[in-house]
């Protein structure tokens, strides 16, 4: 039986130290995010698809259709787009932040620990104000997802995305899920890769 010490399997960071699971975690999110906001406007020099105020808007309207929270409206939009775009968590969150500062939204009691919001009368009076650009922006994101519809998309990057998601959503909840999650987890990943290398 092996009594010595145990084999550290924490991964390596850029700079080749190892790290924490977490910290893993949240690196590639924050690459797969990038990546997924550079695809979604076809190269990585174009603008992005929403400035800050815009993307406000959208949330805002989203939120006014019904209650939700962050990971919701993240699908909510990926979902109009046909898979083509989703705001990163990193954006997503800070931006619900800044709404309920604005006294635009505010918590909503949810039977689950998800942390919803419901729009509040100042953001229905604000989204009547700006209604023209609400309308144009969501013009936007249907009208990606009818291109996406009508040109096809891959089914590897739509799982691509999926799985960018899912690793978004779970490194988010780190803190929560503990480091032997965010290890299944990379197991789980590099698993997959042996398999994908070793189809014919």
């Not at 550079?38 to 400035?51: C, H, I, L, N, V």
């Not at 800070?94 to 919001?117: V, Y």
Request: proline letters at 4%; glycine letters at 10%; hydrophobic letters at 40%.
């Amino acid at each position: 039986m092996w009594h010595g010490k145990p084999m550290d399997c924490r991964p390596r960071g850029p700079d080749g130290h190892k790290e924490s699971w977490e910290r893993w975690g949240q690196r590639f999110a924050e690459r797969w995010a990038d990546a997924q906001e550079r695809g979604a406007r076809g190269g990585g020099r174009q603008r992005r698809m929403f400035d800050g105020g815009e993307l406000r808007l959208v949330l805002l309207r989203l939120i006014a259709d019904e209650a939700r929270h962050g990971y919701e409206l993240i699908r909510a939009i990926e979902t109009m787009t046909g898979g083509a775009y989703a705001p990163s968590p990193g954006v997503v969150y800070p931006t619900l932040t800044l709404l309920d500062e604005m006294g635009l939204i505010a918590e909503q009691r949810s039977d689950d620990s998800k942390k919803r919001f419901a729009v509040t009368a100042e953001g229905r009076a604000h989204l009547a104000e700006r209604a023209d650009e609400v309308a144009r922006l969501i013009a936007r994101l249907t009208e990606l997802g009818e291109h996406r519809q009508r040109h096809g998309a891959s089914p590897v990057a739509r799982a691509m995305r999926n799985l960018g998601m899912v690793v978004r959503n779970r490194a988010e909840m780190a803190d929560d899920a503990g480091p032997d999650a965010m290890h299944e987890i990379a197991a789980m990943i590099d698993e997959l890769a042996q398999r994908i290398e070793r189809l014919k």
